[in-house]
């Protein structure tokens, strides 16, 4: 249990349409990553949010966009869904006390577009 | 692209020390060692890491070779519980200053724990 909630747990969408995905960090973690997880594959990172700003951001196209609220809690949005985009989209905080921070992923929102 | 090499697959019998490599050749001096796992349906979780000496914790130990270009995950006495996905990635520690959160995953190396 890593303290790191996210919801909704699984989500069917069609092809077109936009979702929302959410994510609570774990407490006293400023820092949330998202990670994109297709079937078979390691998780991608797709951009992280420190203080309410995005910084670093992977190989995503800008229709993948995110949001971070004082109270460090994350979404991720996605526009104009596609097939491909079905995966399990994981989130991860962390806390940029010291150095070498280690993260604390949530069990995923599993999407699938249709 | 990941900057480690993992084997696909491998079995262990419980009870039975599991030995998992990674070969990360192109290591750079500032850059660590970290291992992940992940069981399924659920999200990667954090084992352990280390820059060049070997590290033990109540997981895991890792054995970092004196070259760091090579580096082998021991788990010690390996459960029907530690079957997984085990992700052995590179990235540069210190303090936050740039994308802390982006870890490159590769597809790891799924450990089959057999009674």
């Known amino acids: 249990e890593t303290g790191v909630t996210q919801s909704p747990t699984h989500l069917i969408k069609t092809r077109g349409q936009q979702v929302t995905l959410r994510c609570s960090s774990q407490s006293g973690h400023n820092t949330v990553s998202w990670y994109q997880q297709a079937l078979g594959q390691g998780p991608q990172f797709i951009f992280q949010y420190y203080r309410e700003e995005e910084n670093g951001r992977g190989n995503f196209p800008p229709r993948f966009s995110g949001l971070q609220f004082p109270n460090y809690s994350s979404e991720l949005n996605v526009n104009a869904l596609e097939l491909d985009d079905s995966a399990l989209y994981l989130c991860?905080?962390?806390?940029?006390?010291?150095?070498?921070?280690?993260?604390?992923f949530g069990s995923g929102t599993q999407l699938s577009v249709l | 692209d990941a900057k480690t090499t993992q084997p696909p697959s491998m079995d262990c019998a419980e009870g039975r020390a599991a030995n998992l490599p990674c070969n990360h050749s192109?290591?750079?001096?500032?850059?660590?060692v970290y291992w992940y796992r992940q069981i399924h349906s659920q999200g990667p979780q954090y084992i352990i890491h280390g820059l060049k000496n070997n590290e033990t914790n109540e997981m895991a130990s890792l054995i970092i070779t004196e070259d760091r270009k090579s580096s082998t995950l021991i788990l010690p006495h390996a459960t029907l519980r530690d079957t997984a996905v085990y992700y052995c990635?590179?990235?540069?520690?210190?303090?936050?200053?740039?994308?802390?959160?982006?870890?490159?995953f590769g597809k790891g190396t799924k450990l089959s724990v057999k009674p």
């Open positions: 192109t290591i750079s001096g500032n850059e660590y």
């Open positions: 990635i590179v990235r540069v520690g210190g303090r936050y200053g740039g994308s802390q959160g982006n870890l490159i």
């Open positions: 991860a905080s962390s806390s940029p006390r010291g150095a070498n921070e280690k993260l604390f």
